[in-house]
T-cell receptor, first 109, second 115 residues
């Protein structure tokens, strides 16, 4: 099974940067995903890391260190619409996803 | 249909009743999944199917059953609903295989309340 930990809540100001950390313990590893979920909506895919290092997609970047069981999602130039929950998920050796409980990010004006 | 759909959007159900949640995708994805999402617990896998004709148990399968008669449809059945099955249910699908991200695409969810 998987044990995935991420902070429950974070608050930041519009235009700022926020980093959401995720640590995991896994019985097999086939990639780490970040999803965004607005209140009352479905999760949507943000990023995927399977090798160590940084993946950048516009204002969002995701980092992975497999040896440390650690990832972070970096949100730059925060906008009000970035207020959402961010879900860290690990794909195991059977190609099933296990999700963390999610981090609720609130962006203040 | 575009993507993945679920029905009903929401449902209030008396305990002991049988209920089937429907899920259909038009992306020709081999793999499909059912999750429940509860406050503070995140998404938990109930059942999954890697391809039509096969199913498997996830983390929390008790009280639920699934079938996968074809590629597009993956219904979830609660044989005799209990209040602890009150939750938001998400269906998802993905390509299968060992290369690439094969990220999961989620349906809009079904909000189920069991009284």
């Amino acid at each position: 099974g998987q044990n995935i930990d991420q902070p429950t809540e974070m608050t930041a100001t519009e235009g700022a940067i926020v980093q959401i950390n995720c640590t995991y313990q896994t019985s097999g590893f086939n990639g780490l995903f970040w999803y965004q979920q607005h209140a009352g909506e479905a999760p949507t895919f943000l990023s995927y890391n399977v090798l160590d290092g940084l993946e950048e997609k516009g204002r969002f970047s995701s980092f992975l260190s497999r040896s440390k069981g650690y990832s972070y999602l970096l949100l730059k130039e925060l906008q009000m619409k970035d207020s959402a929950s961010y879900l860290c998920a690990v794909r195991d050796g059977d190609y099933k996803l296990s999700f963390g409980a999610g981090t609720t990010v609130t962006v203040r004006a | 249909i575009a993507g993945i759909t679920q029905a009903p959007t929401s449902q209030i159900l008396a305990a002991g009743r049988r209920m089937t949640l429907r899920c259909t995708q038009d992306m020709r994805h081999n793999a499909m999944y059912w999750y429940r999402q509860d406050l503070g617990l995140g998404l938990r896998l109930i059942h999954y199917s890697n391809t039509a004709g096969t199913t498997g148990k996830g983390e929390v399968p008790d009280g639920y059953s699934v079938s996968r008669a074809n590629t597009d449809d993956f219904p979830l059945t609660l044989a005799s609903a209990v209040p602890s099955q009150t939750s938001v249910y998400f269906c998802a699908s993905s390509d299968s295989g060992t290369s690439g991200s094969n990220e999961q695409f989620f349906g809009p969810g079904t909000r189920l309340t069991v009284l």
